[in-house]
């Protein structure tokens, strides 16, 4: 139990790390619909978008090690709502995203029931 523990924290910190690295690689790189090929290999250059591409891979393996051992209706609202809160703060510190006073309080309800459904895994 410990092992698919692990594994969903480290499938979900991996999931949002994931997302912010493609964010930050995405950011300010210049995108055409009218020249496909440069804008995929942009793209696929991109040391932060790469770095999150190889992370999100990690992450499905780990999810899938951490389901084949932990109830689905447990594991996925821990890992979304989590890694909402994580993408939400690492947001708000390294690509210096707004957070409003509605998604304080919608985070912390939202962090409410992650520790009612999380108290369901022991």
């Known amino acids: 139990m410990r092992s698919a523990i692990a ?4 499938a ?3 999931n949002a790390t994931a997302n912010v690295l493609i964010r930050l690689g995405m950011k300010d790189l210049p995108l055409s ?5 440069d804008t995929l290999r ?11 591409i ?7 393996l780990a999810y899938a090690y951490a389901l084949s051992r932990l109830r689905l209706s447990v594991a996925y609202p821990v890992m979304t709502s ?23 309080v919608g985070t912390g309800l ?5 520790v009612l459904v999380a108290v369901q895994m022991g």
């Open 7 to 10: 594994a969903l924290v480290f």
């Open 82 to 104: 989590l890694g909402l809160v994580i993408v939400m703060v690492l947001s708000w510190v390294l690509v210096g995203e707004r957070i409003t006073p509605v998604q304080l």
């Open 12 to 14: 979900l910190c991996a």
């Open 42 to 52: 942009g793209i696929l250059l991109n040391p932060p978008v790469m770095g999150g």
């Open 110 to 114: 939202i962090l409410v029931g992650v």
């Open 33 to 37: 619909l009218a020249r496909p090929a």
């Open 54 to 60: 190889v992370l999100f891979a990690l992450n499905v």
